[in-house]
Nanobody
Framework: QVQLVESGGGSVQAGGSLRLSCEVS????????IGWYRQAPGKQRELVAQ???????NYADSVKGRFTISRDNVNNTVYLQMNSLKPEDTAGYYC?????????????WGQGTQVTVSS
């Protein structure tokens, strides 16, 4: 099994910054994508940013220019640098890996870390 552990969430004022970390451990697999999703109460979970195999990076339109996804392959960690935070960024943030094990595609999720942005 793959385990994802997020950290770095917290409460900040609008305009502030946070950096989220996702530490990946467990069995090896072929990664199709790795990135961050978020979900606010009463809303659907949405993609924030992700790496896709082939070197592509996707960002939600709402975070382009403010958030940056990065990774440290040596330490098996994925980061989300969040700048110029807005109250609408308030949500639980979840790390996700979509990978292939044998012939089966799986999604792996972390437990989430809360980000709260006050006006």
């Amino acid at each position: 099994q793959v385990q994802l552990v997020e950290s770095g969430g917290g409460s900040v004022q609008a305009g502030g910054s946070l950096r989220l970390s996702c530490e990946v451990s467990g069995k090896m697999l072929s990664i199709n994508s790795i990135g961050w999703y978020r979900q606010a109460p009463g809303k659907q979970r949405e993609l924030v940013a992700q790496f896709i195999s082939g070197g592509f990076v996707n960002y939600a339109d709402s975070v382009k220019g403010r958030f940056t996804i990065s990774r440290d392959n040596v330490n098996n960690t994925v980061y989300l640098q969040m700048n110029s935070l807005k109250p609408e960024d308030t949500a639980g943030y979840y790390c996700n890996i979509n990978g292939t094990v044998g012939f089966t595609v799986h999604d792996f999720w972390g437990q989430g870390t809360q980000v709260t942005v006050s006006s």
